[in-house]
């Protein structure tokens, strides 16, 4: 093929569906704006539906809003909360094509950007003798395939501290690729520029909560005592807070921590369930009539209420719960599994579903590195996130490395039991659920993130499968 072959047809190029546009030229670039060791800069059209089509086209749209698409896929064949991807040879010459990318969001139209390049290209890649190559894709015409997806989680989040963030723009590219469409992001001082990663990251539809402790560092999360006078200045300091830092500074909602980080249930004769649950009550009440319908997140542990959730059921129903440390892996900080607790570990997780009646529930997964524990730097003030020089990401990326590559291996082996988890969830669960991962973007798209994200989006496929589909991605880092 010559690199005048291809064209984009889009019919808007607006909110979402641009960024979908950019990031579909963007990938498209590396394989046909360039002739191997030619120095002659082509550019490739971009062009409004309507506009003369070439011998190689590839359709991006709203199913609504296109006519082409329309006469090549059936409405009903698009899911209605997912994408379809269709490849095809072009009807007016067949020895070209037509790609089309079609959803019924924008965001789900973002996804079928993203599967075509880090799905179809590896796995239609055309084969020479013994090696598959993907740079060589379009080289030739394409395979003729039609696949969609559908999403069994509608909110799919990551958890990460602030500060460790070198590249938030990155970071944020990074989750949409992934289909994560949520980010809590903690601080202990809310960053200068965060109006502005809430901007960006609007841009690809993921909404942003901003995290800070109502009594997690103050109270204590392991050894103080949970005393009237501290409780008092932690609801104080609490709605404070929020007036003065967060209200108005754009955020999709709020998530807080506070003292349930710990492995006793009972603090000066008083059940922590009970305690917390009364003080969160009122904060809430006093944060909603500042902020009618904030959206609040309480990140709860299940080590010190597990066995009081009778406390934990008087909990506001609009206050929503995103559950951590229930069990083993996939709940576990690392991703080891002790198999003769899982089945305990997925009998607690039923109770969680069940739970007041069975909304507004989130659940964290975790065996993913986020910090090194052992060498925690805390905040010393207000800061930019995510505006690192490049060293510095250089820097993180290398002193974790052999962490990821360990990582990576006790996924391949223990991530099956993340799928019978979310196998579980989905025949369990009641209601809408938030589908958590703690851990990390930062430096790239690492395989534990990406089989994760892969699984939260759905479920249905075989472990090893999933683990094919993901690992041939040309975006995942493996050092």
Same mark, same amino acid.
């Given at each position: 093929? #010559? ?24 990938? @498209?670039?590396? $394989? ?31 199913? *609504? ?30 020895? /070209? ?6 959803? !019924? *969001? ?17 796995? $239609? ?49 990074? @989750? ?25 990251? !609007? ?16 109270? /204590? ?13 932690? #609801? ?36 922590? *369930? ?26 709860? !542990? ?7 959730? =009778? ?25 080891? @599994? ?23 529930? /989130? ?14 730097? !805390? ?37 099956? $039991? ?41 479920? =249905?496929?075989?472990? /090893?499968?999933?683990? #094919? ?11």
């Amino acid at each position: 093929m #010559k690199q005048t072959d291809w064209k984009i047809i889009y019919t808007d190029y607006s909110g979402i569906t641009k960024r979908a546009i950019n990031f579909l030229f963007k990938e @498209m670039s590396a $394989y046909v704006l360039r002739e191997p060791g030619v120095y002659k800069p082509y550019t490739m059209p971009c062009e409004k539906e309507g506009a003369e089509l070439f011998k190689n086209n590839i359709f991006i749209s709203l199913y *609504s809003k296109s006519k082409i698409i329309q006469s090549f896929v059936k409405e009903e064949d698009v899911p209605k909360n997912g994408f379809l991807v269709k490849v095809m040879k072009n009807p007016n010459d067949e020895s /070209g094509n037509y790609v089309i990318l079609t959803a !019924h *969001s924008e965001a789900q139209l973002y996804y079928s950007a993203v599967s075509f390049f880090d799905d179809y290209v590896p796995k $239609y890649a055309p084969k020479y003798y013994s090696f598959l190559m993907p740079d060589c894709t379009f080289n030739h015409p394409l395979l003729e395939a039609c696949y969609s997806k559908e999403q069994d989680n509608e909110t799919r989040s990551i958890f990460t501290w602030g500060h460790s963030t070198n590249d938030y723009r990155l970071y944020i590219e990074n @989750m949409a690729r992934l289909r994560l469409n949520e980010i809590v992001i903690w601080n202990e001082y809310i960053p200068l520029n965060m109006p502005d990663l809430i901007e960006y990251a !609007h841009q690809f539809g993921i909404r942003v909560i901003l995290g800070y402790s109502w009594g997690w560092r103050e109270v /204590g999360n392991r050894t103080n005592e949970i005393t009237n006078e501290n409780i008092q200045q932690t #609801k104080e300091l609490a709605i404070s807070r929020y007036i003065n830092e967060y209200k108005n500074v754009g955020a999709d909602g709020i998530y807080f921590q506070t003292f349930t980080e710990r492995n006793e249930e009972v603090v000066g004769g008083k059940l922590i *369930s009970e305690i917390v649950t009364d003080m969160v009550n009122e904060i809430a009440s006093k944060l909603w009539e500042i902020t009618p319908n904030l959206r609040i997140i309480f990140g709860l !542990h299940a080590t010190s209420v597990k066995n009081h959730l =009778d406390k934990i059921e008087k909990l506001h129903k609009d206050i929503e719960i995103l559950w951590e440390d229930c069990g083993e892996f996939p709940y576990d900080y690392y991703p080891y @599994m002790r198999f003769d607790a899982f089945k305990e570990t997925l009998e607690f997780t039923e109770k969680l579903l069940k739970l007041r009646g069975g909304v507004n529930v /989130g659940l964290v997964f975790k065996g993913v590195m986020m910090l090194d524990w052992g060498n925690f730097a !805390h905040q010393q003030g207000p800061y930019l996130i995510g505006e690192n020089h490049e060293k510095v990401a250089k820097h993180d990326r290398q002193v974790r490395a052999n962490a990821w590559r360990e990582l990576s291996s006790q996924w391949l082996k223990n991530g099956n $039991y993340v799928l019978e988890t979310l196998k579980f969830i989905k025949k369990n669960k009641l209601g809408k659920i938030n589908m958590c991962l703690a851990g990390t973007l930062d430096g790239g798209i690492y395989l534990p993130v990406a089989l994760c994200a892969e699984m939260f989006y759905n479920c =249905d496929d075989e472990f /090893g499968n999933v683990v #094919k589909t993901v690992s041939t991605r040309d975006c995942i880092a493996y050092d």
